[in-house]
């Protein structure tokens, strides 16, 4: 498919992602810099559906899930001693 490269366009493709989300944010940031790069103008129109990027929070596994991996990581795996060490080192 082939589309000649409009402000529309563009605002549209932002428009898919999730308000408030990062990829909306990076989304925003590079449509507008490709604007300004081939000369498509009303760039403000990006901006005006930017939404403030708010990170969720991160659930954290327990000290005992993380001991479950452990035990059932193999000890062939190329990066065991690399995940004993990083657990055990806090």
């Known amino acids: 498919m082939q589309a ?6 563009l605002v549209a493709g932002a428009a898919t992602t999730a308000p408030g989300s990062r990829t909306r944010l990076e989304a925003c940031n590079v449509f507008k810099r490709l604007a ?3 000369g498509v103008a009303d760039t403000e129109r990006l901006d005006a559906i930017r939404t403030p990027y708010e990170p969720g929070q991160r659930e954290l596994p327990s000290d005992e899930q993380i001991a479950a991996m ?6 062939a795996y190329e990066y ?10 806090a």
Do not use: G
């Open 70 to 75: 452990l035990l059932k990581m193999e000890r």
């Open 4 to 9: 000649t490269l409009t402000m529309d366009l």
């Open 36 to 38: 300004r790069l081939v």
């Open 80 to 89: 065991a001693w690399m995940t004993w060490a990083l657990v055990t080192d």
